[in-house]
């Protein structure tokens, strides 16, 4: 059973650089096949993919958020990280991170495990 789990603090100053961390367990975040995203749902709006780490390390975002945002992972703990830069009470937000694994049938990945969803705020 593959689990994943947000943390990250629950508030954050405009102009500071949120920091989230995605733990994983029952699933190796370098394997095939696999690739790790951050995505978040403002309070009363649909959600929105931020970026994705792929089995081997690169990364894509958001071309909205590209410029804030870095994913970075670190294979030891077997965890992949979302750094999202000045930001704003825009970011107020549930973050998720989601695992994404390739479906032969239909030639896409897709979205098949969640984590819980960590509240961040951002507020002064």
């Known amino acids: 059973q593959v689990q994943l789990q947000e943390s990250g603090p629950g508030l954050v100053k405009p102009s500071q650089t949120l920091v989230l961390t995605c733990t994983v367990s029952g699933a190796s975040i370098t394997a095939t096949y696999y690739q790790w995203s951050w995505i978040r749902q403002p309070p009363g709006k649909g959600l929105e993919w931020m970026g994705v780490?792929?089995?081997?390390?690169?990364?894509a975002a958001n071309p909205s958020l590209k410029s804030r945002t870095t994913i970075a992972r670190d294979t030891s703990k077997n965890e992949f990280r979302l750094h999202l830069n000045s930001v704003t009470p825009e970011d107020t937000a549930v973050y998720y991170c989601a695992r994404e694994r390739y479906s032969s049938t239909s030639g896409n990945y897709e979205f098949v495990d969640w984590g819980q969803g960590t509240q961040v705020t951002v507020s002064s």
């Open positions: 780490i792929y089995f081997d390390g690169s990364t």
